[in-house]
């Protein structure tokens, strides 16, 4: 079986990033952007400190670090787009999800950043437990990706032998009593409005990490 993370590390990170437009032009769009809205609504205060994994050139957290002051860092398999968001003077470092090259409970908030439908599964628990471990108690936890009730694969149409993954994302967290789901948006991929398109469905999900150490 094809080992995705290092696929993606190795070359498909970068084509992934030149496939979809994110250079050094990328112009952010906050009212357009599917995750803002959202953690504008949580209780955010400046300095607090956000992980974004998959963050592409860190357009985003450049946003959240120039607009409320947080202390932004990032996670991307692309060294192009690593580059280019240092260029920017955000914190980026190359890597993926299932080794985070941080302290324990270092951030207020870890955002998954449509990512997690490229990921091998293998690594889904080694996934969950590095964002768990980074997160500080209490601390907020947000997944922007494809959803499905039921897990699926389907063939990566731009790299023969790899895979995408839909599911539903909140479980790898929500059966653990420390994590309450606070907000759960399903909508459709393209245009963000509500379908009963199954296969189109990408869902952002709010969850809030409270409870026993």
């Known amino acids: 079986m094809v080992n995705q993370k290092t696929v993606f590390i190795e070359s498909e990170g970068n084509a992934w990033f030149k496939r979809n437009k994110q250079g050094n ?9 599917r995750l803002l809205p959202d953690l504008l609504e949580l209780p955010l205060k400046s300095g607090m400190k956000v992980l974004e994994i998959g963050c592409s050139s860190g357009y985003r957290l450049l946003w959240l670090q120039e607009n409320l002051g947080l202390k932004c860092v990032g996670i991307e398999p692309s060294h192009q787009a690593v580059k ?21 409970t270092s951030f207020d908030l870890v955002i998954f950043g449509f990512c997690l439908y490229l990921c091998d599964r293998a690594d889904l628990f080694r996934i969950a437990q590095e964002a768990d471990r980074v997160l500080r108690n209490p601390g907020w936890l947000a997944i922007l990706d494809f959803f499905s009730l039921a897990p699926f694969a389907l063939p990566y149409h731009h790299l023969k032998g790899l895979s995408t993954y839909k599911m539903d994302y909140r479980t790898l967290f929500d059966w653990n009593p420390n994590y309450i789901c606070m907000t759960h948006k399903v909508r459709h991929h393209v245009d963000n409005k509500y379908t009963d398109e199954a296969q189109e469905w990408v869902s952002l999900s709010i969850l809030r990490k409270i409870g026993f150490e």
């Open 84 to 104: 280019i968001a240092s260029d920017q003077g955000i914190e980026v470092y190359q890597g993926t999800a299932e080794s985070l090259p941080f302290e324990d």
């Open 25 to 33: 032009d990328i112009i952010f769009d906050p009212e357009k952007d």
